[in-house]
Every structure is written in C-alpha cells, then in structure tokens.
C-alpha cells in the first residue's frame, strides 16, 4: 500500500464547540494506522482544502465548514475517493438531516423548520409543542446556543429572536422526547457498532473482532433493531463513518434525535480507529 497517498483533513476549530481535541484525536489515531499499513498520509486544515492545496487521489476528512463541501463534492465527480461523502456531510447539517428523516420515515421527533424572523407561538401551541429544541437549520452548531432548549413556546420565540440578531436565518423546532438519552458510534459497511447510555455506566460493543458482553436487560430496547435503523440512516444520508443520539422511550421505542458525519468516537476511539481505517482501504481498493 505504499503507493496509496491519502490526504486527512481536519475539522476547522470552529466546528468542534468543546470537541477539538476529541475531534483530533480520532482522526489522528486513523492517520496512524493507516501509516502502519504502508500508507502515505498527509494531513491538511480546511482552509487549505478550501484554498485548492490537496491533490492526493484519496481523501479522508472531519469537515464542517460550508465552503469545503463543493470542494469534496468536485473531488469526488472527479473520480476521487473521499470518506465521508461531501454530499452526505452537507446532508447532515439541521434542516436537510430533518427533511431526508422525516421524509423516510425514520423515527425523529415532530418538527417545525421555520424562518428565524417568524412567529412560532401559536404553530407550537396548536400541536402542542410546549417543550421543545432549538436548532440553528444552516449549517453544524458552532456555539452551545446553537442548539438550546426551552420549556415554552414565548422562550422558543426569544431564542428564534436571539437567531435571528445572530445572522441564523433558518431553525429546526425539535418536539422534546421523553426518555434515556443514547449515544451512538458506527462504520458503515463494518460490523462495528458502539452504544451506550449517556448518563449510565452501562453500555453495548459490538466490533468485527471483539465483543464485549452485555446484559441485554440493561438496554431496555431492541438494540439489533437499533442499530439496523442507525445503519439505514448512514445509508441513506451517504455516510460511511457516523454516530449520533437517540432518545429511548419507557415502552422501548426509539427516535434518533441527531445524526453526525465522523463524530469524535470519544468512548471507543482506539478500537474506531483501526476499524475506520480498515474501512477506509477497503474502499480504496474496490475503487482500484
């Protein structure tokens, strides 16, 4: 593989609120085991991805800033590889991951998307939308406000307003779930799945070379159905490398409540890594 020349980009500081060494340390840790397996890595910023300075045929990237996504779509009409897709990075931002989930009929919570200089009151009243999440719809979060919940339909509009003076033209209004928060890591394409609850020691592994045993009690839900629904979403976003929340219901019901392109695999990252990379040659090699 020595002759494999592959360009890593990472993920602008702006688009990592309080991730950036996660967000690094995941790529990184990739980086280095695709170097162990003979190939040639470089690593670049998103602006110079941006400013035209990556020619390697094969690119592997965190990015998140608007401007780099015509880029990797361009890089990959062109022939090239890259993981994640630049159209399925795009298809993750807020309003589009809303409209692609809901328009599939994936469990996600009831939603408004709406103009951030309009009136929402009475909409969320006339649903019933008392608490709910505020999403900025452009584009990643870039600040803890851009994703913020409220217990009423006046805060929903002071928020929308706060948007609003901000620049945010667009929002995503998130109906609240009730239930136990569950973080998601998978590859596309792998068997690798990683699962665990948020705020509970308790948790699921499964990979393609070690498992971990689990009561399954603890999981209170159907977790092969969820990851099959997880890996769903990845596909038809046209996400290789993913991960995401979900909120699991007292009856055992889920509803993924957000959807991320090359998350950090904080909890797992070592073993992420070598199966990212695995993934990555595979693909690779199918295109050769």
Not at 23 to 42: F, H, M, P, S, Y
Not at 113 to 118: C, D, F, H, K
Not at 200 to 221: I, N, P, T, V
Request: glycine share 6%; aromatic share 10%.
């Amino acid at each position: 593989m020595a002759d494999t020349k592959i360009a890593a980009i990472l993920r602008a500081g702006a688009y990592s609120p309080n991730h950036i060494g996660n967000d690094a340390a995941i790529i990184n840790l990739t980086c280095e085991q695709l170097r162990k397996r003979g190939c040639a890595v470089k690593t670049y910023s998103e602006e110079q991805l941006i400013a035209g300075a990556v020619t390697e045929p094969n690119v592997i990237h965190m990015c998140r800033d608007q401007r780099s996504f015509p880029v990797l779509q361009a890089m990959e009409e062109e022939g090239r590889v890259v993981i994640n897709s630049g159209y399925g990075v795009e298809n993750c931002t807020r309003e589009r991951l809303t409209r692609i989930l809901l328009g599939s009929g994936f469990p996600y919570p009831e939603s408004i998307i709406v103009n951030t200089n309009q009136t929402v009151t009475e909409q969320m009243t006339r649903l019933g939308m008392s608490q709910a999440w505020i999403k900025r719809g452009d584009t990643y979060a870039q600040h803890k406000e851009d994703v913020t919940y409220v217990r009423h339909p006046d805060e929903a509009q002071e928020v929308l307003q706060e948007y609003f003076l901000r620049g945010i033209k667009r929002a995503v209004i998130n109906r609240h779930l009730s239930g136990d928060q569950v973080k998601f890591y998978g590859v596309r394409g792998t068997d690798y799945f990683y699962c665990f609850y948020h705020f509970e020691k308790s948790f699921s592994y499964k990979g393609d070379d070690k498992a971990r045993h689990f009561d399954k009690d603890l999981m209170r839900f159907d977790l092969d159905k969820f990851r099959d629904t997880c890996d769903r979403a990845a596909d038809l976003l046209d996400i290789r490398i993913y991960g995401g929340d979900a909120i699991i219901a007292p009856d055992g019901s889920f509803s993924i409540i957000d959807f991320n392109d090359w998350p950090s695999f904080a909890p797992c990252r070592v073993e992420a890594s070598a199966v990212i990379a695995r993934a990555i040659l595979a693909e690779i090699k199918k295109r050769k």
